[in-house]
């Protein structure tokens, strides 16, 4: 048997298992550590199919940045307040067993083989040996997709301002102290 | 070497198992979570999908939506903290928040 | 290794750039503006509205180019131009409406317009995406700038309970969205819309991978929320009633326009082909919605609520336009063009109703209960007179941009064979007939409580309200009685798309 068949089932059984911790588990804390280890298992697979500097990415950003900021408002809010901000949701169940039901089908159609994947460009081996090259990537980000990196930046900015407008404090909640003291 | 197949039916998975937190979780901080994996399954089947084809579009486009959940993780975390803290003063117990 | 960078020209993006610039300079003025502790900063809406002029005129330069700037990743062409006509509009107008209710809720700092502008650019890059990488750029630009906004009162619990609500719903319905274009790439392997139009002709006939249906499933869910279509409206009443009101009135405007620009150029353009295939779940969706939106609006009691499911019942006639853009003669044409037509006249009633609402609020108070409008034709004449008139257009009674919007939208449907939809959309506007007529009753019919009566005579408007209230007006009246110009204007974008 190939080796990379045992990793593929390593990491993609660690993958759902540390995904179903997530949607299951009642501890808070908890679920954010299956989270990380689910990115870092995610983040396998993607060296796997060559995707290395996306690899890289998924660890840098998620296991480390996304995952330090979900951590850093569990404990800076009491875990016990937080789940008071509940969701009713009267028709759960129905929707549960809706979005298995379309899994189901979903799985049914891709092991059946039955999707009729279009069939790989005329260059995709010539393209496929370059898809691992960070280098290449690098190369199409900063020309052909020069435009929606330049736009990235300003959707960060923007969530940058909002993040910060609705996370600050109030002048009243500081006691007096005027926003113009603060800025 | 592994086929497409296996990589679209663990990013359907992970999807799915994002979608039934997403709909089951009665906590703000964990329905973001679940939101994370659904996305997580999407950014798997798109490499997946970049390698077949043979291009190099797949790949670019999970960078986006790394940067995009990281801009969503900080304003959706934001909410919390300020939903927290309006509620910080208030009887938790009347809070109907969220019929849906 | 040599980078070569791709060749581009401002000319094209200079819409987009005036925007973003105005947007920094707007948060940089409130930034050093507040050293001088003078209160009043409505200075920058008004650099805000400037912005917004100068991209209008930097966007009415760009009428008759058809350019796929960026190796296609965006489709500057008149569809684009026309839509962010209507996105301008409604950024203008609810500029406009904010300045007064932004003083009486301490909310007029730099952030608030800053995000107003951004999320306008987010919508430019929705109507402007000629590659799906780009349409989802602009749905997020947008979406994440809007939670912030929905959430601008963040000492009311309302504002942030409707910010979350909506943020985890927006949060949810990306998701879906992001897995259907995996889905559209894998089978075609680009996400480039021409060149996924061009995929689907030369593959053969009933012979496209199972994948693609998964995919149009998923944006439509996807979509769905963004538009508000029925069943995926449910936030819609909480969030239009938590949100600031001029946040309410943008919510209800230039992003859903955005939304049925995005599904324009995926569904009636880059997926024309399938439409034999697509259509259905749009013909369902479009019935539900409005007939949804039309009966649930009927027993609300607070204004806001209201025109919340007035809005979703609209959104389901510009689906109906939508079901109608592809397949045989010139269905795509005319379908799309009233697409076009639709939001831009919807823009105007719609946020000229939200005007009044806005202008009835008083101090740090919204009067939303509709019994807050009896008597108001005796308190406040010349309010009660306009709202009369949007919610005349909102019933779709002529002579007013309302009856046109939907006169060209059901005859698209008629034209495309869809008789039992325009049926569906005729029985449904008779029905909103009756709560929109309502308001006009409460309002002349009906007599005020006691205290209001005292209280309106210290009613004033503000300057900026009544700009507002009279562009509102006009553009009502001048798309109901001479819609030609406008209805050119429509049908010459779409067919400068096609030959």
């Not at chain 2, 077949?52 to 993780?73: C, K, P």
């Not at chain 3, 607070?302 to 019942?313: D, E, F, G, V």
């Not at chain 3, 562009?471 to 204007?489: E, N, W």
Request: net charge neutral; glycine share 10%.
């Amino acid at each position: 048997m190939d080796l990379s068949f045992l990793f593929f089932y390593l990491f993609a059984a660690v993958a759902v298992g540390a995904a179903l911790v997530v949607v299951l588990n009642r501890n808070i804390l908890h679920c954010a550590m299956a989270l990380v280890l689910m990115f870092f298992a995610i983040a396998a697979l993607f060296l796997m199919l060559g995707a290395e500097f996306i690899a890289a990415v998924q660890v840098l950003v998620y296991a480390g940045a996304i995952m330090v900021l979900f951590l850093f408002v569990i404990l800076l809010i009491q875990i016990d307040r937080v789940q008071m901000l509940r969701f009713a949701h009267r028709q759960s169940p129905l929707v549960v067993i809706i979005a298995v039901l379309l899994l189901a089908e979903l799985l049914y159609m891709i092991i059946r083989g039955t999707l009729g994947i279009a069939p790989g460009g005329a260059d995709a081996a010539a393209a496929g040996a370059a898809s691992g090259s960070t280098e290449a990537f690098g190369a199409l980000l900063y020309t052909t997709y020069l435009f929606p990196f330049e736009v990235a930046s300003v959707l960060l900015l923007a969530a940058m301002i909002g993040a910060i407008l609705l996370a600050r404090l109030d002048k009243e909640e500081v006691g007096g102290v005027s926003r113009q003291d603060m800025s | 070497m592994i086929s497409l197949q296996h990589y679209l039916a663990l990013g359907a998975i992970l999807f799915a198992i994002g979608v039934v937190g997403v709909l089951t979780r009665r906590n703000a901080i964990l329905i973001l979570m679940a939101i994370e994996l659904m996305l997580n399954g999407v950014n798997i089947t798109l490499i997946a999908f970049a390698r077949h084809a043979g291009n190099l579009t797949g790949q670019i486009f999970v960078l986006f939506i790394i940067t995009v959940a990281a801009a969503e993780a900080a304003v959706g975390l934001a909410l919390v903290i300020a939903l927290f803290r309006g509620r910080d003063t208030l009887n938790v117990d009347e809070i109907h928040l969220l019929k849906w | 290794m040599e980078l070569r960078f791709p060749e581009y020209d401002l000319g094209l993006l200079a819409p987009m750039l005036i925007l973003v610039i105005t947007g920094l300079v707007v948060l940089l003025a409130d930034t050093f503006g507040r050293r001088r502790a003078s209160g009043d900063r409505s200075f920058l809406a008004y650099l805000s509205l400037l912005g917004l002029l100068l991209t209008f005129y930097a966007n009415s330069r760009l009428s008759g180019v058809v350019a796929a700037p960026f190796h296609g990743l965006l489709a500057i062409d008149a569809v684009a131009v026309f839509f962010n006509y209507v996105f301008l509009a409604s950024s203008m107008l609810v500029v406009l409406m904010s300045i007064s209710y932004g003083a009486r809720h301490s909310m007029n700092v730099g952030e608030y317009y800053g995000l107003i502008l951004f999320s306008t650019l987010g919508m430019m890059l929705m109507a402007a995406g000629g590659d799906l990488m780009t349409i989802f750029l602009g749905v997020e630009i947008l979406s994440l700038n809007l939670y912030v906004l929905a959430g601008f009162l963040r000492g009311q619990a309302r504002s942030n309970e409707a910010a979350m609500k909506y943020f985890l719903l927006g949060a949810f319905a990306t998701g879906f969205l992001l897995y259907g274009i995996s889905f559209l790439y894998g089978a075609t392997g680009t996400t480039n819309l021409k060149a996924m139009g061009g995929f689907l002709k030369a593959a053969p006939a009933g012979n496209v991978s199972a994948l693609l249906y998964v995919g149009m499933g998923l944006l439509i869910v996807g979509f769905g929320f963004k538009v508000t279509a029925v069943p995926f409206h449910m936030y819609t009443p909480d969030v239009y009633e938590g949100a600031p009101t001029s946040i309410t009135a943008f919510l209800s405007a230039g992003p859903k326009a955005a939304g049925f620009a995005a599904l324009v150029r995926v569904f009636s353009f880059a997926l024309e082909g399938l439409h034999a295939d697509w259509w259905g779940a749009f013909w369902l969706i479009a019935a539900l919605t409005m007939t949804l939106g039309n009966i649930l609006a009927i027993v609300q009691a607070n204004i806001k609520r209201m025109l919340a499911y007035s809005s979703i019942a609209h959104a389901g006639y510009v689906l109906v336009a939508l079901v109608a853009s592809g397949g045989v003669g010139g269905a795509q044409r005319l379908g799309v063009s009233s697409v076009l037509f639709y939001t831009l006249a919807y823009t105007f009633f719609n946020l000229g109703a939200f005007a009044v609402v806005v202008a009835m609020g008083r101090g740090d108070r919204d009067q939303v209960g509709l019994a807050d409008y009896a008597g108001l034709g005796y308190r406040r004449p010349w309010l009660a007179l306009v709202m009369a008139l949007f919610m005349v257009s909102l019933a779709g009674i002529p002579p007013t941009a309302g009856f046109v919007g939907k006169f060209v939208v059901f005859k698209s449907a008629l034209n495309a064979g869809f008789v039992w939809l325009t049926i569906i959309a005729v029985l449904n506007s008779v029905v909103a007939v009756f709560y929109y007529l309502r308001v006009i009753v409460i309002m002349y019919m009906r007599e005020p409580a006691a205290e209001m009566q005292a209280e309106a005579a210290g009613a004033s408007f503000s300057g900026s309200l009544v700009i507002a209230l009279i562009l509102a007006v006009l553009g009502t009246l001048d798309l109901g009685l001479f819609p030609s110009r406008y209805l050119d204007l429509a049908l010459r974008s779409v067919q400068a798309l096609l030959g």
